[in-house]
């Protein structure tokens, strides 16, 4: 399996994303991240066996020793950079709460065999990935500039997730596989 975990975006928040991404979709032809795949990564974890899932989720159940997070969607930025963009992303803004539990993840899970993260960690929603070099980004460039606010939400991140991410012809498949609430 193939694993990472993540924070759930609330409903109401999904909605403005939802807006916001069918105000962006037809300005470029890149590909757009489905509105049910929305979440925010804290750790990419990677290829895992099922039958050893139990000794992540044992692993990160600790991790909840914490108080909720408060996050603010806010902002769109191209990684790795707005001249060469991979991946048009919206901002994830907080008192620095979820780099921390980023940080603690990787330690929770170093004892397994999973190696630290090397790179800094950017909490953001991936809102589109451009796999083609030469795709034209002007109309989506336009399109960003016309917008009246990049605000999408603020919100309470009481738990963060366990996934699992599985191909599909259409993108990957997310399914939550087990929810660490926040306890504090």
């Known amino acids: ?12 928040v999904t909605a403005n994303l939802s807006r916001l991404l069918d105000l962006l979709r037809p300005s ?7 509105v049910y795949n929305l979440h925010i990564t804290t750790r990419f974890i990677g290829e895992w066996p099922e039958t050893r899932l139990s000794e992540i989720v044992g692993r990160l159940q600790p991790l909840g020793e914490r108080a909720t997070i408060t996050l603010e969607v806010s902002g769109l930025g191209w990684f790795p950079n707005p001249h060469s963009p991979r991946i048009l992303f919206t901002a994830v803004r907080d008192s620095g709460a979820l780099s921390d539990l980023a940080t603690a993840t990787d330690a929770a899970l170093e004892p397994l065999g999973i190696e630290r993260e090397q790179k800094p960690y950017h909490p953001h929603l991936t809102l589109a990935r451009i796999k083609d070099a030469g795709a034209t980004l002007a109309g989506l ?5 016309k917008l009246e606010t990049t605000e999408l939400g603020t919100f309470p991140a009481s738990a963060f997730s366990l996934y699992a991410s599985e191909p599909g012809p259409a993108g990957s498949i997310y399914t939550r596989l087990a929810d660490i609430r926040f306890t504090q």
């Open 1 to 12: 399996m193939r694993l990472f975990t993540g924070i759930p975006i609330p409903p109401d």
């Open 28 to 34: 470029a032809q890149i590909r757009w991240s489905p």
């Open 141 to 145: 460039r336009q399109a960003i500039a």
